[in-house]
């Protein structure tokens, strides 16, 4: 039997869940607080005894996203070429277990570009900032030769928007195949 602890988490997860179903589908600015709580089979008031407001809601939903963008910098790969492989099949392979992944990819991006996504809130979405933190990585590439020659900045953004995009369309749709990660790696390889 479930315990009172055990039915408390369980309710939070489902509001979290239904919460980000909806502000994937529809926006931040266009998902009421009722809609959460009917998506998520509980009444406005129970809702609120688990979170004050939509914004903080919302705000927990893109510290979730933030966490989340933590990537495995630690991997111990012999070229910078393998981080990128390494790294791509498990994204994929992750997204494709756990699909709400690539979800976090649409919200987080949403938080970031719209203006109806509160300021503090902004402000926190906004220190994703994947794209720098893989410069390095194609810096050290670029001078074994296993990453291309151009702005590591302009290189990484590109990977990057190729990720986000496949990410985006895999949110809507998981029937879709997943690309190989050979294909989205030959974005930054040196041919």
Not at 9 to 15: C, T
Not at 18 to 24: C, D, I, P, R, T
Not at 91 to 118: I, N
Not at 155 to 171: D, P, T
Request: proline fraction near 3%; aromatic fraction near 10%.
């Amino acid at each position: 039997m479930e315990t009172r602890k055990e039915q408390k988490e369980r309710r939070r997860q489902e509001i979290i869940q239904a919460a980000l179903e909806l502000f994937v589908g529809r926006g931040y600015a266009a998902t009421k607080i009722t809609d959460i709580a009917k998506r998520a089979n509980m009444s406005t008031g129970l809702m609120f005894h688990y979170f004050d407001s939509k914004e903080k809601l919302y705000e927990e939903l893109i510290r979730m996203g933030l966490e989340g963008t933590a990537y495995p910098g630690e991997q111990k790969c012999e070229h910078a070429i393998d981080f990128f492989v390494n790294f791509t099949e498990a994204l994929f392979a992750y997204m494709k277990e756990q699909p709400v992944v690539a979800k976090f990819f649409v919200l987080m991006a949403e938080a970031q570009r719209s203006e109806a996504t509160p300021e503090h809130i902004r402000e926190i979405a906004m220190k994703v900032n994947v794209i720098e933190q893989f410069v390095p990585i194609i810096e050290w590439g670029q001078n074994e030769g296993t990453i291309k020659e151009g702005s590591p900045l302009v290189i990484s953004n590109a990977f990057w928007c190729s990720i986000q995009g496949i990410a985006e369309r895999f949110a809507t749709n998981q029937d879709i195949e997943l690309p190989e990660a050979e294909w989205i790696v030959d974005i930054v390889r040196r041919k």
